[in-house]
T-cell receptor, first 115, second 112 residues
Framework: GAVVSQHPSRVICKSGTSVKIECRSLDFQATTMFWYRQFPKQSLMLMATSNEGSKATYEQGVEKDKFLINHASLTLSTLTVTSAHPEDSSFYIC???????????FGPGTRLLVL | QKEVEQNSGPLSVPEGAIASLNCTYSDRGSQSFFWYRQYSGKSPELIMSIYSNGDKEDGRFTAQLNKASQYVSLLIRDSQPSDSATYLCAVSSTNTGNQFYFGTGTSLTVIP
């Protein structure tokens, strides 16, 4: 499998500020990374697919100007939540896909609380 | 709309029993099937993957796939309290760029 890290693991911020979350693929080069969001007692919701060297592909209903994704290298993708509001409070998880069947391996997640 | 359905539970089984988790999916073109375990407050971790009809065993876990009936199941033998978690079924297809479609998960509690 793949080893994925995220930083920070937990962040608390004030409403209106921006928060950057890093996702790193530690043991292989990932041309594609995925960003998910999970609200309490709900399943994972795919927000966007991050592509190294090109623009991210956002899912319907996800605001690309609010959730900025940068995938500048084969081991790092960042998600910036701009002008965060309390409704953005959630568990943000990234993943990488590897292998012939594109199995996804998840990072440990970042818990965001916007006050 | 690609749908993946799971019984949300909660499912409770006594320690040592077999836990049976089921998942159905709507897209007949689905090719890859995954079971993830998610402990409370943690991210999902891969337990099993299965791609062909039939059974696949890994330790106490057995995944079963029936593409004709469009269901995939996970059996956990000799259930342990540490198996208590939410189990997520995920389905993907090359037709949809290998995007994962997740079920809502089944909460399992193993009672000591």
């Amino acid at each position: 499998g793949a080893v994925v890290s995220q930083h920070p693991s937990r962040v608390i911020c004030k409403s209106g500020t921006s928060v950057k979350i890093e996702c790193r693929s530690l043991d292989f080069q990932a041309t594609t990374m995925f960003w998910y969001r999970q609200f309490p007692k709900q399943s994972l919701m795919l927000m966007a697919t991050s592509n190294e060297g090109s623009k991210a592909t956002y899912e319907q209903g996800v605001e690309k100007d609010k959730f900025l994704i940068n995938h500048a290298s084969l081991t790092l993708s960042t998600l910036t939540v701009t002008s965060a509001h309390p409704e953005d409070s959630s568990f943000y998880i990234c993943s990488v896909a590897t292998g012939s069947q594109e199995t996804q391996y998840f990072g440990p997640g970042t818990r965001l609380l916007v006050l | 709309q690609k749908e993946v359905e799971q019984n949300s539970g909660p499912l409770s089984v006594p320690e040592g029993a077999i836990a049976s988790l089921n998942c159905t999916y709507s897209d007949r073109g689905s090719q890859s099937f995954f079971w993830y375990r998610q402990y409370s407050g943690k991210s999902p971790e891969l337990i099993m993957s299965i791609y062909s009809n039939g059974d696949k065993e890994d330790g106490r876990f057995t995944a079963q796939l029936n593409k004709a009936s469009q269901y995939v199941s996970l059996l956990i033998r000799d259930s342990q309290p540490s198996d208590s978690a939410t189990y997520l079924c995920a389905v993907s297809s090359t037709n949809t760029g290998n995007q994962f479609y997740f079920g809502t998960g089944t909460s399992l509690t193993v009672i000591p």
